[in-house]
Structures are given as structure tokens and as C-alpha cells.
């Protein structure tokens, strides 16, 4: 049985190869970053755009699709039963940013690679789940558990699309999230965002601003100053722009906050040198000494909140944005913290460490969670992995955050590949010239295809 679906899936993938990445392009050029509401459109526009576009899309494979009040969607076969089984992706991105070499809303195809924002972070995976879907209806396999196939709108910015969903619909039995990495994710570090801000008014940082995103390491970071006889870095410029006035650009490497080994942060580059060339005031100096601390060490022990727990990596911390309001200077935070923590912890040692010169608050504070690698389900997507790549692989957990943690039985499941070479053109979830190789993306449908025949067997 598996042989010939191996063969009727490559058949398939043959046949549907064109059209697949004609879709994911249809859904890249929609800027769905969220805007403020408007009627019918609780994200903005641009999420709303796509989801349409994705229900769409969905409609013209001859899938059923369903429009949760614009906040998410889904297609399914098999019917709408309340026992069913469930991919959940999403079709909102994170800023375009600084760094394209081309519009970021035109998919480019290079060397085996689609570029554009959104064709890993989740556009790309979307249509690979619309296909899985439509390849299993085209079999006419008898299905034992409906299957939907769940797009929402909201996941870079707060999840409210689920949560949403969750409030007015049932739960599927198992659900995995194609926004992670292969081989399987089993457990993710809790997320705690919050904001620092300064308890004195700025005085010779007359602007500044950085950053895209609380959860992307920034790559570029521009401010105005008031100070004298200023010198460019390797990393920064400094252009006098009036009378003991200067404009300066920091430069950095972006990447996701929860995997800032690699990067450099645009902001700490900037605070360093606002401080290493006398430009702060004695009053702007406690503030931009503190957050500085932040750059000095990701995993935090330079403010007092490293931890490590056993099957996960140890506790990360950084700061995606930093910018002026009311006349102070602010900086987010963004730690993806381990099971041996908590997020009040967390908030009660950065109050304490900055209580003489920063306001911390926390916006977001989501718990851990960690399922046992040897549960039937996850064994089933194991098992589809496996034969599909021909590897001996085991699930593992991260730091990142998919939409896993907020539904009561679910996974992150690939397509990523973390460590995996990449040519130097193509960028990372999140960065500049996000991209993602075909045979990849083309690889995981058909695990993705096994899994959820895997899961049908499984008793729920």
C-alpha cells in the first residue's frame, strides 16, 4: 500500500509541480503584514487579502473551504465532522524590512529557490497543504478522520486567530504546524515579550529607531544625534545632517529571535556606539547602559535570567525593536524561556536589574509545553518522515513559537531544516530575502501526505 501511494505521490508532484509554485506566488504578492481593523477585516487588509486568496485557491483544487469570520479558514475533505485531524499554516507575514535585492512581494525563482517574504514563513507550506489535501481527495482514499487543512491570519502578531477558532470551534483530535523544522518538533520554549523603557527623558538622542519586529533580530537601526565631529564604523554611518546634528545608520545581520546565533543586532551596534563615542547625556546613560546588557549575551546571564533545562537549549533573550515615545527611549524583549523559569520570573529579575534606570513590562507570556516523542501520533509523523527521507531521525524541541502550543494535542512539523547549507543568496525566515528550495518544499508533501495516512490509523 505505501509503495503505491510512494508512486502515485511522485506522479503527482510531476503533474502539480508548475501550479504549486504558480500558488505560492499568487499568495506572496499579498503584503498581509497587519494593519489596524477595518470592517470584515479584524488584521487589517492585507491578512484578510490573503486569506481569500488561500480559500480561494483551496475552491479552485475543488476542496470544501470554510471563512471563520475572517480571522482564519480552512479546507477539508472527508466531510465536517467534529473528530477530525488538522495542518494548521498561516498566510500573514512579518515587515518586508531593509535588505531585498528585489521586491519582497514578487517570488523570485534562483538556483532551485523560491525568494519573496512569506515562501518558508508560511505561504510556502500553506500550498503544500492545500496539495496534500488535494492529492488525498483525488485517491478517493476512504478517510477514518475528516481532515482540515487551517489558515489563519494573525500568527506573526498575537495568534488571536486561534484563538478565535478554538472559542467557536472544536479542537481537531491532532493537529501538526508546517512552521517549524523537520525532523519534529515535540516541545517549544515559552515566549515572554516586554518593553524597557527609560525613566528619563531622551536629550542628545534626538530619534531613533530600529527593528521590524518584537520576535526578528533587526539588521538595520538608524538614529539623529546632536554631538560633534562624529566617524563612521564598519558598522555604523555617521552623516552630519545640520549643526552639531548627525544621522546615523547601524548596521546588522536579522534573523528570528529565537535563533539569534549567527546574527548581529542592529540595535546593540547602535547603543554601543551612542555610548563609545560620548554621544549619550549622563541622563540617557543608565538606560542605554542597561540596554545594552541585553546584546551582550543572548542567553541572558548578563541581566540575571540564564536558565537550562533538560531536552531544550538553554534560555534566549534579545531585543527585536527599539525606539522614542513621549520623549523616551524604549526597547523590546523578546526571551524564549525554558521549563526551569517562568515568565513571572522572569519580569521580577529584569524589574529588580533595571529598577534605577528602565519601566519593564511584559505584553506576552506564553508557557512551555512538551509532548513524549513515543505517543502514537507523533510516532506516525516520525514514521512518514523517515521513509520519505531515508533517515534515522528523533523529534527535538525549540525556541521558536508555532500555533503547537496553543491547541491541546498538536506538533510543529518542518519544512524547515535547521543548519542545513544554504547558498549565500538566499536569507532566513524573518530576514531579507527570505527563500526556500523547491525540492524541499516538494520533499515535504509527500511527508506530509504519509503522515496524515499514518494518523488516520491511529486511535484518538
Not at 127 to 140: D, H, N, P, S
Request: hydrophobic share 40%.
Amino acid at each position: 500500500m505505501k509503495q503505491e501511494v510512494l508512486s502515485a505521490m511522485d506522479a503527482f508532484i510531476k503533474r502539480n509541480e508548475d501550479s504549486i509554485f504558480r500558488h505560492i506566488a499568487r499568495l506572496v504578492a499579498i503584503n498581509s503584514i497587519e494593519e489596524a481593523p477595518q470592517e470584515n477585516a479584524p488584521f487589517g487588509p492585507g491578512p484578510k487579502k490573503a486569506l481569500d486568496e488561500a480559500l480561494a485557491i483551496c475552491s479552485e483544487l475543488g476542496l470544501g473551504t470554510h471563512n471563520c469570520e475572517n480571522k482564519i479558514g480552512y479546507a477539508y475533505i472527508g466531510g465536517e465532522d467534529d473528530r477530525y485531524l488538522a495542518t494548521i499554516t498561516h498566510v500573514d507575514v512579518v515587515p518586508d524590512g531593509p535588505g531585498w535585492e528585489a521586491d519582497p512581494f514578487v517570488m523570485r525563482d534562483r538556483e532551485g529557490y523560491i525568494l519573496g517574504r512569506g515562501v518558508i514563513d508560511d505561504k510556502g507550506p500553506s500550498v503544500i497543504c492545500m496539495y496534500a489535501l488535494k492529492f488525498l481527495q483525488e485517491q478517493g482514499i476512504a478517510l477514518r478522520y475528516p481532515i482540515r487543512a487551517l489558515f489563519g491570519a494573525n500568527e506573526e502578531t498575537g495568534m488571536k486567530d486561534v484563538e478565535h477558532y478554538l472559542a467557536n470551534y472544536p479542537a481537531p483530535l491532532f493537529c501538526f504546524s508546517p512552521d517549524a523544522d523537520f525532523p519534529l518538533i515535540c516541545g517549544e520554549k515559552g515566549i515572554w515579550h516586554g518593553r524597557m523603557t527609560a525613566l528619563a527623558d531622551a536629550e542628545n538622542v534626538l530619534s531613533i529607531s530600529g527593528g521590524v519586529a518584537p520576535n526578528a533580530v533587526p539588521g538595520f537601526c538608524e538614529a539623529t544625534v546632536r554631538a560633534k565631529n562624529l566617524q563612521s564604523t564598519d558598522d555604523v554611518t555617521a552623516e552630519p545632517c545640520g549643526e552639531d546634528t548627525w544621522h546615523l545608520t547601524a548596521r546588522g545581520i536579522s534573523g528570528h529571535a529565537s535563533m539569534p546565533r549567527g546574527t548581529k543586532n542592529a540595535n546593540g551596534v547602535m547603543i554601543a556606539y551612542l555610548l563609545e563615542n560620548a554621544i549619550a547625556s549622563e541622563r540617557e546613560k543608565p538606560f542605554l547602559e542597561a540596554a545594552l546588557l541585553v546584546h551582550q549575551a543572548t542567553d541572558g546571564s548578563r541581566i540575571g535570567i540564564d536558565a537550562v533545562s533538560e531536552g531544550f537549549t538553554p534560555l534566549t533573550v534579545v531585543s527585536g525593536m527599539i525606539g522614542m515615545e513621549n520623549g523616551r527611549i524604549w526597547q523590546s524583549l523578546d526571551s524564549r524561556y525554558v521549563p526551569s523559569t517562568s515568565g513571572k520570573e522572569i519580569l521580577e529579575k529584569l524589574q529588580a536589574k533595571f529598577s534605577g534606570s528602565a519601566e519593564v513590562i511584559c505584553s506576552r507570556d506564553a508557557a512551555p509545553f512538551y509532548k513524549s516523542p513515543e505517543c502514537p501520533e507523533i510516532r506516525a509523523c516520525m514514521d512518514a518522515y523517515c521513509l520519505v527521507t531515508g533517515e534515522k531521525a528523533e523529534p527535538f524541541t525549540i525556541g521558536g513559537g508555532t500555533y503547537a502550543r496553543d491547541f491541546p494535542n498538536a506538533v510543529g512539523f518542518g519544512p524547515e531544516y535547521e543548519g542545513r547549507k544554504r547558498p549565500a543568496f538566499v536569507g532566513s525566515m524573518h530576514g531579507a530575502e527570505e527563500g526556500a528550495s523547491k525540492a524541499e518544499l516538494l520533499e515535504s508533501l509527500k511527508i506530509y501526505i504519509l503522515s496524515l495516512l499514518n494518523l488516520e490509523e491511529v486511535d484518538f
